[in-house]
């Protein structure tokens, strides 16, 4: 069993920044594909950005060149850096983990989520 525990996000301004945190438990979160999703209101969740066991990472084309992907495996942690934030990029965000594969398709754990606000 893993638990993500989310911290970060809050109201700023566009063209801000934002960092998202993401502390997992567990001794394998290295072996885990680890992704950043976003739920706007009305919409679907989506995979914002996700980063393999490797390091290779994704981006969704609305987030790339803007967001950024890290991992901490000494400490147990995922990273989302947003910069040059928009509007359209409120959403409440989640971080999960995927046991296997790459970083689409279905998470088994899940962040309990947190509120990024932008204001225009």
């Known amino acids: 069993q893993v638990q993500l525990v989310q911290s970060g996000g809050g109201l700023v301004q566009a063209g801000g920044s934002l960092r998202l945190s993401c502390a997992a438990s567990?001794?394998?979160?290295?072996?885990?594909?680890m992704g950043w999703f976003r739920q706007a209101p009305g919409k679907e969740r989506e995979l914002v950005a996700g980063?393999?066991?490797?390091?290779?990472?994704y981006y969704a084309d609305s987030v790339k060149g803007r967001f950024t992907i890290s991992r901490d495996n000494a400490k147990n942690a995922v990273y989302l850096q947003m910069n040059s934030l928009k509007p359209e990029d409120t959403a409440v965000y989640y971080c999960?983990?995927?046991?296997?594969?790459?970083?689409?398709?279905?998470?088994?754990?899940w962040g309990q989520g947190t509120q990024v606000t932008v204001s225009s």
């Open positions: 999960a983990a995927k046991r296997e594969g790459w970083v689409h398709g279905l998470y088994d754990y």
């Open positions: 567990g001794r394998t979160f290295s072996t885990y594909a």
């Open positions: 980063i393999s066991s490797g390091g290779s990472t």
